[in-house]
């Protein structure tokens, strides 16, 4: 795991709420600096996430995946 990566299993909401959810990190996995896992992530074996990296809550990456530099994931079916 890089430098300054964040892997958060609880996160507080500007409306007062807060959520929580399991960060799954599988076998052989790396992660590269400055990257952002929030709740409810789930990372498959063999994976390698380069710098810059934001995986947000509910995303799920199989096994043997390569995500280059700066890359956001979203659930977001609209995005704008």
Avoid at 3 to 32: A, P, Q, S
Avoid at 52 to 69: A, H, R, T
Wanted: aromatic share 10%.
């Amino acid at each position: 795991i890089g430098g300054y990566t964040t892997i958060i299993t609880h996160e507080f909401l500007n409306d007062g709420r807060w959520r929580k959810g399991r960060v799954k990190i599988g076998k052989n996995v790396m992660i590269g600096a400055l990257t952002l896992i929030l709740p409810g992530v789930e990372i498959g074996d063999n994976v390698k996430i380069q710098n810059f990296v934001s995986v947000y809550m509910g995303v799920k990456l199989g096994d043997d995946v390569f995500v280059g530099p700066s890359v956001v994931f979203t659930k977001d079916l609209y995005p704008h």
